[in-house]
């Protein structure tokens, strides 16, 4: 397993137009949450899934944005008709919750979206 | 809405200094605190997770602490190295209905010269 994988890495589009970005997280993990993150912050919650469900969506994620995990394995996360203020780099990462507590969070190296 | 706040924003400390990052939450009824490096333009990478129930854990040259009842936990790198540069960023999660999502503080850019 070599990780959290995040595709594409790098997006330029034109305001306006939609964007998809994937994540493929590790594949025993049954926890796959999305984050944003603007220069100079640090990382903002958008969304969860444990296995295929979706339980928590942030303020942050207006209409515009939708998220899916087909199946409890990959993530997708859609943002339609950008706007420049979507500019940001989008971080998935997943991670093993136990029954002991730990939740340790793997991340991806991240797709960062340029929106002219 | 629960918040964490980083002290200092940035630092810089010739190599070879010893370094404290602070990291402050505003409810002390955490799960668990988590300690992340970020380079330039990439994604995060964990270095020491913190139970509740914990004080301390260790890993190499870092030393994280933590204080519920104060609200703060401390990140301590010892013997700083060049390669040490990076953005440390804390995450606190609370149990909140089951959901363990991490709050992130705005990070500590931390550059070390030689």
């Known amino acids: 397993d070599t990780g959290v994988s995040q595709n594409p890495r790098h997006k330029i589009t034109k305001r306006g137009q939609n964007v998809t970005f994937r994540c493929d997280p590790i594949s025993e993990h049954n926890r796959l949450y999305w984050y944003r993150q603007t220069l100079g912050q640090g990382p903002e919650f958008l969304t969860y899934?444990?296995?295929?469900?979706?339980?928590?969506k942030s303020r942050l994620l207006s209409d515009r944005f939708s998220a899916e995990r087909p199946k409890g394995s990959f993530s997708t996360l859609e943002i339609q008709r950008t706007e420049q203020g979507d500019s940001a780099m989008y971080l998935c990462?997943?991670?093993?919750?136990?029954?002991?507590?730990?939740?340790?969070?793997?991340f991806g190296a991240g797709s960062r979206l340029t929106v002219l | 809405k629960q918040e964490v706040t980083q002290i200092p924003a940035a630092l810089s400390v010739p190599e070879g200094e010893n370094l404290v990052l602070n990291c402050s939450f505003t409810?002390?009824?955490?799960?668990?605190l988590q300690w992340f490096r970020q380079d330039p333009g990439k994604g995060l990478t964990s270095l020491l997770l913190?139970?509740?129930?914990?004080r301390e854990q260790t890993s190499g040259r870092l030393n994280a602490s933590l204080d519920k009842s104060s609200g703060r936990s401390t990140l301590y790198i010892a013997a700083s190295q060049p390669g040490d540069s990076a953005t440390y960023l804390c995450a606190v999660s609370y149990a909140s209905g089951g959901s363990y999502i991490p709050t992130f503080g705005r990070g500590t850019s931390l550059i070390v010269h030689p």
């Open positions: 409810d002390s009824a955490i799960y668990n």
């Open positions: 913190i139970q509740s129930s914990q």
């Open positions: 899934f444990q296995n295929e469900a979706q339980l928590e």
């Open positions: 990462a997943s991670s093993l919750v136990r029954s002991s507590g730990a939740n340790v969070l793997t």
